[in-house]
């Protein structure tokens, strides 16, 4: 495999149309003067493994994975990181050998070996998973302490997994509200194998949302409601105030700030929306392919940018 051939970078998922991740990679690999295209790879569930293989064979220096593949694609690499192996979910490809040669070493991979794959012999395709770091990484941001932190984490499904383990491996207690409760056991029982000693515990939405944010320091929706189009949905009960020593984080950031955020803010609480860890997600990616720092001022901007013209 020739890695100074490699110039492209790409989403696998479907639908990937409305994404702000080639806007915000795009105006970073500008930044950095990498001469790196970033493009959308649109993929049916059925295309995933020819679309994996492409990866391999036509120039890619790695690539974002998105819904619905983000657990599928854990059979098609030949490695995961710890994080992606725990979450058992990737939203990141790389090479173990990078392109840029020599730089691997700050970023915890390595040279070898190298696979057969067909006539070739070629580095590792791994998978990683940057969405819990990428939420703890705005949390910081935002100068949000983790450790110590009683969380309210509504929803189960997969964004709920990565925010969870990321809590829990930075030392928060987490009660996980969810509306199908096997999906919040299945998360909890998964974390706590990992992390013998954390506090994770679930109850059913919406019934527990008030005895849960009584003692919560920090709230954080993990579902899509309230999301473009269905605008006016939100993951909480109205009857129900937040406070001004409370911090309401919401995943979704189409619109920025959803009518959760804004039942949040009447309340006095703290609101912080879900662009930040968008971006701060995509950096670490950047960082998986360049082995360098990324520009998260500029991602962020790209961003903001490309979400204010839809
Ligand atoms: P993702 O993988 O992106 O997190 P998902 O798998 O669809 O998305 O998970 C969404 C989560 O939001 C699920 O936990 C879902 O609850 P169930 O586990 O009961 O399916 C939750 N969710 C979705 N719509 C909801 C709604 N209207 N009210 C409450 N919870 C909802």
Redesign the pocket.
Known sequence: METAGRKRLGLLGWPVAHSLSPAMHNAALAALGLPWTYELLPTPPADLAAAVRRLRTEGFIGANVT?PHKQAVLALVDDLTPAARAMGAVNTLFWATPALQGENKAIGTDDGPMVEYGEMRVSRLLGDNTDGSGFIADLLAHGVQVIGQQVLVI??????RAVVFALVAAGAAVTIV???LA?AETIAAIVTYHYPAASVSCAR?PEALAPAAAGAGLIVN????GMWPDED?M?WDQALALRPDQIVYDLVYRPRLTTFLRHAQVGGARVIDGLGMLVQQGAAALTRWTGRPAPVAVMRAAAEAALAQH
Not at 155 to 160: D, L
Not at 222 to 225: E, Q
């Open positions: 819904v929803g189960g499904g997969g964004a709920a969810n509306r199908t999906h939405f993990t579902t899509s409601v949905a993951p």
